[in-house]
């Protein structure tokens, strides 16, 4: 077992760390208290490659590995996940979903433009009434025969009022359930495309999202996604990477405390020397650090997966799991660290706990990520990737 990164991806890790401190830390605060989109910032981010890390370079893309792409989500996660956000959804729900699924015209379209981040996208598929059950698609997508109609409403949209284009999950056969729904990429300057105010969030207060509204949207044969009744199986390999994406970012909050909270007991003194010192605190410094380390490896571990061509559903769901509830958990312990301080916005974990908070719920909430760990388990899949490779 190889544990060692490679010279190119230590340095992609060490751009996004000056990236962040250079670009993202001066203004988060004030971006999160007024819900300020970070528009420099993603340009910045494009600027940097980090809106299309994995696709290949023909594309406009960096051409790079996964583990690359969660070494930059997790260090910009320490500061901004906000940011972090957007670059997950781009990367992995949008780009990827193209890259891997789409035809040439499409790449050639749409690809090459959200590769170098001139434009960003979203990925819609949650409704008012179809959250974690994804079948339950009441937007519908109506065959006139040279163009869809689509009509529906789509929640909780991430880049939903800043996105240039939509990948839209729709109903065009209920009749057959799930194998009639299919994906769709939708231009947001298109006639019957309405956004919505954008919500007032607990946490991720600086990323755009909003309610989507389609109303006879029309969409040329030519914008589906693979073939009719692709689109829930499309919905599905998408969100498993996506997984891995948002197990990063919530390694990186988690991270991004723990840091915060060692160096304040370090430099903080009560009774005479740095709480660091006192058993209390440092049996809480070595429970993250230990929590947070192993959630790494899974982590680490579902990206390695990824890219070695083998089945990585279970492993990015675990990832998932133990990463947003380790973010959670010691978010809350970074506070308590600071104690008083800890509870002010001046020094940051305050709002790493309410970023952190979202990631157990999208993308799949913790629940859902347990149903797809038993599956695996009961289906006496779960550890067969490390033993031969799967259709990715």
């Known amino acids: 077992m190889e544990f060692l990164l490679t010279e190119e991806q230590l340095a992609v890790q060490e751009a996004a760390r000056e990236f962040t401190k250079n670009e993202l830390l001066p203004g988060v605060i004030e971006r999160d208290k007024n819900m300020k989109f970070p528009k420099d910032e993603v ?22 590995d996964t583990l690359s792409y969660v ?29 891997v699924y789409g035809n040439e015209n499409q790449k050639e379209k749409y690809l090459t433009k959200l590769a170098s981040g001139e434009w960003i ?37 991430t880049n939903g009022g800043s996105s240039s284009i939509h990948l839209v999950i729709a109903q065009t056969n209920t ?76 390694l990186g909050i988690a991270a991004g405390a723990y840091e915060l909270a060692v160096k304040y007991a370090k430099e903080r003194e009560a009774f005479g020397k740095p709480i660091a010192q006192h058993q209390a605190i440092a049996f809480k410094l070595a429970d993250m650090a230990t929590e947070i380390e192993a959630a790494r490896l899974l982590v680490y571990r579902a990206a390695w997966l990824k890219d070695q061509g083998m089945d990585y559903t279970g492993a990015a769901a675990m ?11 010691h978010t809350v312990e970074a506070i308590q660290v600071h104690g008083g301080y800890g509870y002010v916005k001046e020094y940051h974990v305050e709002r790493l706990m309410r970023d952190a908070k979202i990631t157990q719920i999208y993308e799949g909430t913790s ?8 599956r695996n388990i009961l289906s006496g899949q779960l550890y067969e990737p490390m033993m031969k490779s799967g259709e990715n």
């Open 175 to 250: 009749e057959l359930g799930h194998k009639g729904i299919n994906a769709f990429i939708v231009e947001t300057s298109w006639p019957g495309v309405s956004i919505g105010a954008k919500e007032d969030k607990l946490g991720i207060r600086a990323s755009d999202t909003h309610t989507i509204m389609y109303t006879d949207v029309k969409v040329p044969k030519s914008n589906r996604i693979g073939e009719d009744g692709f689109g829930f199986k499309f919905a599905m390999k998408v969100l498993s990477g996506g997984r891995i994406g948002i197990a990063a970012q919530a």
């Open 71 to 99: 070494l930059a989500m997790e260090e910009l996660s320490k500061v901004d996940s906000s940011c972090s956000v957007i670059m997950s959804v781009n990367n992995s729900l949008v780009c990827w979903g193209l890259e």
């Open 121 to 157: 996208g979203s990925f819609c598929l949650s409704e008012p009434e179809a959250g974690s059950d994804a079948t339950s698609q009441r937007t519908t997508a109506i065959d006139m025969g040279d163009h869809y109609l689509i009509n529906g409403t789509k929640n909780w949209i």
């Open 367 to 374: 629940e859902m990520q347990r149903i797809v760990i038993s």
């Open 43 to 64: 340009r910045k981010m494009a600027e940097m490659g980090f809106l299309g890390m994995m696709v290949d370079t023909k594309y406009n893309g960096g051409g790079m």
């Open 319 to 329: 990832a998932k799991l133990f990463a947003s509830e380790v973010a959670m958990k």
